[in-house]
């Protein structure tokens, strides 16, 4: 339900907490690392990502990892991704660490805030997912990486974005094999609009700019097909992790993703999908804490060789 979720991704609009191949390396073996920065995906200053490269890659052991940062779709950027970005090129990956166009929050946090839609909602935002995946794809023979196997994971609204484009539509050739979910949302749904308007306008309207329409009971299905969850439940989904940590909560707000991570994971079970949910014990909503991001991504990579 909208009400309970908002308590999750409250705060978006105060700038959210943000931080996050065939053969795995051994614990001893990592891979030297080469990085070509800010390639350009598209016209816009955000639309840029960088690769981390293994050195002695070749496309038949080199798969790919997409990773996508937080910051509540209106804020972030790919430099919190620097050092989770090396890690997983040193297991052998290349990494797509990508920026992406931002949903406007002028005039959001007066009071009232100001109404008016935003010029990119969370559907652009996925258009940008996709062309950068399209460039480099387009690179992969040149760059000697997969254009077959690649992966998909993202921290709080990218995780969200992440899962939204590997159970959706652009996925359907199926280049993504697996996602990783590292605290996001799974559902913006809400079962009548009576539930919306318990929240503070601020939150209404930016979950109005956000899904492009209002959240009133006519524009249900809007809500839902910005959902993880029930994209998902419509296309049938692809092997999932769920990562949660222990504190998922953002300031002093209730944390309910354990509900939300265990239904998605029912569904994908009930499908034969394959989905792991994991919980990181003594963690906060950006992972923050020493050794945390270590855990995210060992289980995020054992998940994802195994697929």
Known sequence: MLWKLCRKVTLLFLIIAMVACEKEPSEQEKYEVEVLTNISYGNHARQKMDLYLPKGRSSVNTNVIVVIHGGGFVAGDKSYFSEVSTKLAEKGFAVVNMNYRFVDITGLLDNPPKHQPSAITIHHQLEDVHEAIQVGLARSEELAISNSKWYIAGHSAGATLAMLYAYGKNNEDGLVK??????????????????????????????????????????????????????????????????????????DLPDVSEIQYKELTDLLDARGIASQYVLVSGASHGFSEPGKWDEVLVNTLTFFNER
């Open 178 to 251: 697996a996602v990783a979910n590292w605290a996001g949302v799974t559902t913006f749904a809400f079962n009548d609009e009576s539930e919306v308007d318990q929240l503070d306008p601020r939150f209404r309207e930016l979950f109005f700019r956000l899904i492009g329409a209002e959240a009133t009971n006519e524009n249900k299905l809007a809500y839902m097909a910005a959902s993880p969850y029930w994209v998902a439940h419509n296309n049938g989904g692809i092997p999932t992790i769920n990562i949660k940590p222990n504190d998922n909560t953002i300031g």
